[in-house]
Each structure stands twice: as structure tokens, then as C-alpha cells.
């Protein structure tokens, strides 16, 4: 028996399901470095158009929520760009960033 979901609840399902696989290898990889990570605070920044889109190409999806974890775990360096796009505009780039990026996603 196949049960046939509606469009946006299997396109929330996928997108749950990849949001919780790229946090979970996020922090399995980096574990190494777990008592190095410090926070990145804003230093100068922009205004950006979209909070959320790390990336700077104009569209909030994964791979601004991946950005971010690289970042929280050190794999790259916070620029104007990601600072700008900062979504609970508190100067700093953390995981919880990247949960609210997934969720305004899951929203559309």
C-alpha cells in the first residue's frame, strides 16, 4: 500500500530530513575542534535584502543554512556578507542561525 502525501508536506519531509542528516555530519566531523569554536560578532556589515541568505545570491535555501555551520564550526571565516545576513541580527553566526534559515524554509 502507497500512501500519497500532499505536495508541500513530502517537500517538508525532504527537506526536514536533509536539514537534520547536514547538522548531524556537520557536528560529527567537527567534534575535534568542539572546545575551540568561538562566536563571530559583527565587525562591519551591510544591510542585506534577505536575512538568512549567507550565500549573497538573493534566495534563502540549504546551502545558506550549510554556510552557516561551516562557519559555527570554523571550516570558514565569517565575511560582510554572511554578517549582514545574520537572521536574528545579533552580530553572530551560531547554530541557532542556521535552525532559523531551515525554518524559514520549511515555511515556504
Do not use: C, W
Amino acid at each position: 500500500m502507497h500512501i500519497h502525501y500532499p505536495h508541500s508536506l513530502r517537500k517538508n519531509i525532504k527537506l526536514l530530513t536533509l536539514s537534520v542528516l547536514s547538522m548531524a555530519m556537520s557536528f560529527s566531523v567537527g567534534m575535534h575542534t568542539a572546545g575551540n569554536v568561538q562566536p563571530v560578532t559583527l565587525i562591519e556589515a551591510g544591510g542585506m535584502e534577505k536575512p538568512g541568505d549567507m550565500d549573497g545570491n538573493g534566495i534563502v535555501n540549504v546551502s545558506d543554512a550549510i554556510v552557516a555551520l561551516e562557519i559555527v564550526r570554523g571550516y570558514r571565516t565569517a565575511g560582510a556578507v554572511e554578517l549582514a545576513a545574520d537572521p536574528n541580527r545579533d552580530g553572530e553566526i551560531t547554530v541557532d542561525d542556521a535552525l532559523r534559515i531551515l525554518s524559514t524554509i520549511s515555511l515556504e
